[in-house]
């Protein structure tokens, strides 16, 4: 930070007193300096106030009750070292969790993003009442996500969904959704990419529009196809929205909690399926802390979900960086 | 570098008030200065308090009462409890929540240090009882309704399967799940669209009230479900209602069981008192004087609820005077009479008015003496502080023998394996 050291407003007075004038001037640019070298950092203080108290703080202290045998209610029962991971490591829900974490990752977020890009292109062409249909994809995104899984819970209900209504007019059988882990991922993806896919497809829109149209234009003269053109143009020129995409996506599908967890039968009571075969991780750690009132294990889950969400965020920001580069 | 500082601080001290005063939104007590005193009162459902709030504010000038409904209240509850603020004035738990609070009793009021027992204008006692602690010395909460237990069955759906449609008549089918089981397969074998009862779940959680213990021994609250044949009897019974196709399948609590209940796909559910309520609602009016209620196998109890007053209260002595009031036996006659909640105090569920009580969308069935009699010999149940824990483990299981994933037997083995898990043993 370079300024010069002068400011406007310190006109001398006439002083007939020159050492109580010099040491005016001595405080005063005292004052200035610690003005222009500190007020920077005094205007970007809040923003570090308040993460550490509401992040950094909460972060830690997660930390440390993760050591502990804690009580939700009465705290603090004893250390216990590593023993809570210990037993997280060897608990089979928690793998199990994490496979339904995983399976949805790859089928919600994955599916999700590939409609956003497909409704993205779609809304780039030239239509009649563009806002409109731009404005109608975040609509899924604004609606609450409970009443959206309340929904959708009914949609694929096993005796009275209108899914399996129409699966039974192609003659297939009625699907029990929530009884089997295919079905029921495949179900709770659903609700996943209908809530995201609009949010998604605007920021990739958005994108899309700043890509030179010339670029287009040649391809277009060239004689490539509409696919060609969208897979080695308009997604390699997107490909930092795409990335940063893919890494936010990652955050918010590695702790997806409400979808299963109101497509569950038994609501927030459930575990996420009569085998818990659609609990997710948050979903587990929902059950622990809350259900069970056990926080050491849920705060345990909790760092554990941080360090997974930060390492497949950045296999999956290495992974987009090459899928979208096509030089 | 103390100028930087001291700034510092006010910042910080600036952001610590936006803090504050954000949650102190949450809830919690107030006054205003005219010497108002406001009492929030959060409860878990709809305890049909609103007209009464409006009587209790006009009879007690200067106190306004704020109504709050959390669903998941137990789970909001514990945070406030552990952070020792924005808990309510008095708050409402169900039977099935209240012993999971029981180990931190501290938190609460000890009511009996406000006068209240169980001599003056007495509840059912083992009703009472599980809302002490420490042998009845520490009154952790008061009664408000009941559950009972009763049958509610649809008289047309009978009558198609030649079955009594007489409440009276219908209660003498079955004196046990075993004979409620033959009924509904001598149902099935007449009606064909239509299952006999709504699902076995619900027919689960009722038996699990008749029974001294379920999950845990009193003697030391130790995991005792896996040596408890009554229990694995008990579900058997019901998860072989799903094998046999008398029940239907349709989960408890959920839309597809509305459904079901409104469109007369299921001829049966099990109804505690507070349940008609809901029937009556998801059935919907074209469905008046369809359903009648008979009484369960086996009496019982399924639910009701209590009201606490947390330590952390502004105002603990008004808290107390109202919850006292509200869980009183006037008020739970009000309430038996306008909404059907069966009441905590023998007195009122005793009271000629009461027994005498019927509803003309249940085909004036005497709902008040069925429910009665459902609780009035009942034996105080022990629950251990991790039943609600465990609970999910066996309704579960019920619904893996619904989806057709397990047998029965299977189902309950696992139950057994992950009810262990769950309770640490």
């Known amino acids: 930070m370079t300024v010069t050291e002068t400011r406007p407003g310190t006109e001398a007075p006439m002083a007939p007193d020159p050492g109580r004038?010099?040491?005016?001037?001595?405080?005063?640019?005292?004052?200035?300096?610690?003005?222009?070298?500190?007020?920077?950092?005094?205007?970007?203080?809040?923003?570090?106030?308040?993460?550490?108290?509401?992040?950094?703080?909460?972060?830690?202290?997660?930390?440390?009750?993760?050591f502990h045998d804690w009580a939700i209610i009465e705290g603090d029962q004893g250390w216990t070292g590593l023993g809570n991971y210990q037993d997280l490591f060897a608990d089979e829900y928690f793998w199990n969790a994490l496979l339904n974490t995983g399976l949805l990752l790859v089928l919600g977020v994955g599916g999700e993003l590939l409609v956003a890009l497909w409704l993205a292109a779609l809304l780039n062409r030239k239509l009649s009442g563009s806002a409109f249909w731009r404005a109608g994809i975040v609509l899924p995104h604004i609606v609450s996500v409970v009443a959206v899984s309340l929904v959708f819970a009914q949609l694929f209900g096993f005796q009275t969904g209108i899914f399996n209504d129409v699966l039974g007019l192609v003659g297939i059988d009625r699907i029990n959704w929530q009884a089997n882990r295919w079905s029921a991922i495949?179900?709770?993806?659903?609700?996943?990419?209908?809530?995201?896919?609009?949010?998604?497809?605007?920021?990739?829109?958005?994108?899309?529009?700043?890509?030179?149209?010339?670029?287009?234009?040649?391809?277009?003269?060239?004689?490539?196809?509409?696919?060609?053109?969208?897979?080695?143009?308009?997604?390699?020129?997107?490909?930092?929205?795409?990335?940063?995409?893919?890494?936010?996506?990652?955050?918010?599908?590695?702790?997806?909690?409400?979808?299963?967890?109101?497509?569950?039968?038994?609501?927030?009571?459930?575990?996420?399926?009569?085998?818990?075969?659609?609990?997710?991780?948050m979903m587990y750690l929902y059950e622990k802390g809350f259900r069970e009132f056990n926080a050491g294990y849920a705060a345990t889950l909790a760092w554990v979900m941080f360090l997974l969400i930060a390492i497949v965020s950045g296999i999956n920001y290495a992974l987009s960086r090459r899928i979208a580069s096509k030089d | 570098m103390k100028y930087h500082a001291s700034q510092g601080i006010?910042?910080?001290?600036?952001?610590?008030?936006?803090?504050?005063?954000?949650?102190?939104?949450?809830?919690?007590?107030?006054?205003?200065?005219?010497?108002?005193?406001?009492?929030?009162?959060?409860?878990?459902?709809?305890?049909?308090?609103?007209?009464?709030?409006?009587?209790?504010?006009?009879?007690?000038?200067?106190?306004?009462?704020?109504?709050?409904?959390?669903?998941?209240?137990?789970?909001?509850?514990?945070?406030?409890?552990?952070?020792?603020?924005?808990?309510?004035?008095?708050?409402?738990?169900?039977?099935?929540?209240?012993?999971?609070?029981?180990?931190?009793?501290?938190?609460?009021?000890?009511?009996?240090?406000?006068?209240?027992?169980?001599?003056?204008?007495?509840?059912?006692?083992?009703?009472?009882?599980?809302?002490?602690?420490?042998n009845g010395k520490y009154v952790m909460g008061m009664r408000t309704d009941l559950g009972g237990?009763?049958?509610?069955?649809?008289?047309?759906?009978?009558?198609?399967?030649?079955?009594?449609?007489?409440?009276?008549?219908?209660?003498?089918?079955?004196?046990?799940?075993?004979?409620?089981?033959?009924?509904?397969?001598?149902?099935?074998?007449?009606?064909?669209?239509?299952?006999?009862?709504?699902?076995?779940?619900?027919?689960?959680?009722?038996?699990?009230?008749?029974?001294?213990?379920?999950?845990?021994?009193?003697?030391?609250?130790?995991?005792?479900?896996?040596?408890?044949?009554?229990?694995?009897?008990?579900?058997?019974?019901?998860?072989?209602?799903?094998?046999?196709?008398?029940?239907?399948?349709?989960?408890?609590?959920?839309?597809?069981?509305?459904?079901?209940?409104?469109?007369?796909?299921?001829?049966?559910?099990?109804?505690?008192?507070?349940?008609?309520?809901?029937?009556?609602?998801?059935?919907?009016?074209?469905?008046?004087?369809?359903w009648s209620v008979a009484a369960a196998p086996q009496g019982g109890n399924w639910g009701g609820s209590y009201l606490l007053v947390p330590k952390q209260s502004k105002h603990p002595k008004e808290a107390v005077e109202l919850a006292r009031w509200l869980t009183s036996s006037e008020v739970q006659k009000k309430l038996f009479l306008s909404k059907g909640y069966l009441s905590s105090h023998p007195a009122v569920y005793n009271d000629p008015e009461v027994q005498a009580k019927k509803d003309p969308y249940f085909s004036d069935a005497p709902t008040g003496k069925i429910f009665a009699e459902a609780v009035d010999s009942m034996e105080p149940i022990y629950r251990g502080t991790k039943d609600s824990d465990v609970a999910s483990?066996?309704?579960?299981?019920?619904?893996?023998?619904?989806?057709?994933?397990?047998?029965?037997?299977?189902?309950?083995?696992?139950?057994i394996d992950d009810a262990k898990k769950v309770a640490g043993e």
């Open chain 1, 21 to 66: 004038h010099h040491r005016r001037r001595a405080w005063r640019s005292r004052l200035t300096r610690f003005d222009l070298r500190y007020t920077p950092y005094l205007f970007i203080l809040p923003f570090f106030v308040i993460f550490g108290v509401f992040a950094l703080w909460p972060l830690l202290y997660t930390g440390w009750m993760s």
């Open chain 1, 186 to 281: 495949i179900a709770v993806s659903t609700i996943i990419i209908w809530r995201w896919a609009g949010y998604f497809g605007l920021i990739f829109l958005a994108a899309m529009q700043g890509v030179p149209r010339e670029l287009h234009e040649a391809a277009m003269i060239d004689g490539a196809s509409r696919r060609r053109i969208f897979w080695s143009i308009t997604v390699p020129s997107i490909r930092p929205t795409i990335i940063f995409s893919v890494v936010m996506s990652t955050i918010i599908g590695m702790q997806t909690f409400a979808e299963p967890q109101l497509f569950d039968v038994q609501g927030t009571e459930g575990t996420g399926g009569s085998d818990r075969q659609f609990q997710t991780l």
């Open chain 2, 10 to 134: 006010r910042v910080a001290a600036g952001a610590a008030v936006i803090a504050l005063t954000a949650s102190a939104c949450g809830g919690g007590s107030s006054d205003s200065a005219d010497g108002t005193v406001t009492l929030t009162v959060t409860t878990h459902v709809d305890y049909g308090y609103r007209d009464l709030y409006k009587e209790y504010e006009k009879s007690h000038p200067g106190v306004k009462i704020k109504e709050v409904l959390i669903e998941d209240l137990p789970k909001k509850l514990v945070t406030q409890l552990a952070a020792n603020r924005g808990a309510s004035d008095v708050v409402g738990l169900g039977d099935d929540i209240i012993g999971k609070f029981k180990p931190s009793n501290q938190r609460f009021l000890n009511l009996a240090d406000h006068g209240v027992n169980n001599t003056d204008d007495p509840w059912v006692k083992w009703a009472y009882d599980y809302g002490t602690v420490d």
């Open chain 2, 149 to 290: 237990l009763g049958i509610c069955y649809r008289t047309d759906l009978f009558k198609e399967a030649g079955l009594p449609t007489d409440p009276e008549q219908v209660s003498q089918l079955w004196p046990t799940w075993d004979k409620f089981t033959e009924t509904g397969e001598k149902f099935r074998a007449k009606v064909k669209d239509a299952s006999f009862t709504a699902n076995t779940g619900d027919v689960w959680v009722g038996m699990g009230n008749q029974h001294k213990e379920t999950f845990f021994a009193e003697s030391d609250d130790s995991f005792i479900a896996d040596k408890n044949t009554t229990l694995e009897q008990n579900f058997l019974t019901a998860a072989n209602m799903s094998v046999e196709k008398v029940s239907g399948g349709y989960p408890p609590f959920s839309p597809e069981m509305a459904n079901a209940l409104k469109n007369g796909k299921a001829a049966t559910a099990v109804c505690p008192a507070w349940k008609l309520d809901r029937t009556k609602e998801a059935s919907g009016p074209e469905n008046s004087g369809k």
């Open chain 2, 393 to 415: 483990s066996f309704m579960n299981a019920l619904l893996r023998v619904e989806q057709g994933k397990q047998k029965p037997e299977a189902a309950w083995d696992q139950a």
